[in-house]
């Protein structure tokens, strides 16, 4: 089992931007890829950004691209997303997320995750 602990959420004026930190603790050597994901009032959560461990690989979703930026180290095991740009529509609860599924960062499916933060609230005034 992998515990995971987000930071950094918060209120930022549109045009704003945010870092948020994960730290993954217990099993994390096992983790094939981490990432970002949210959920605003409403809507289903949605995938943000991913890394994969063994090449560093990442995927963004299009509605952040050239905004987020996911970063991390694998011997720390933690990773990071800044968030430049920001718009009233980045408002959510984000969480982390790591899984030991292969492949996973082509889809970023959410089913394949199997640990979880507890989320952090970043919220996007106008």
């Known amino acids: 089992q992998v515990q995971l602990v987000e930071s950094g959420g918060g209120l930022v004026q549109a045009g704003g931007s945010l870092r948020l930190s994960c730290a993954a603790s217990?099993?994390?050597?096992?983790?094939?890829?981490m990432g970002w994901f949210r959920q605003a009032p409403g809507k289903e959560r949605e995938a943000v950004a991913g890394i994969k461990w063994n090449d560093y690989r990442t995927y963004y979703a299009d509605s952040v691209k050239g905004r987020f930026t996911i970063s991390g180290d694998n011997a720390k095991n933690t990773i990071h997303l800044q968030m430049n740009s920001l718009k009233p529509e980045d408002t959510a609860v984000y969480f982390c997320?790591?899984?030991?599924?292969?492949?996973?960062?082509?889809?970023?499916?959410?089913?394949?995750?199997?640990?979880w933060g507890q989320g952090t609230q970043v919220t996007v005034s106008s």
């Open positions: 997320a790591a899984t030991t599924i292969r492949r996973t960062i082509m889809t970023m499916a959410a089913r394949n995750f199997g640990s």
């Open positions: 217990g099993r994390a050597f096992m983790t094939d890829t």
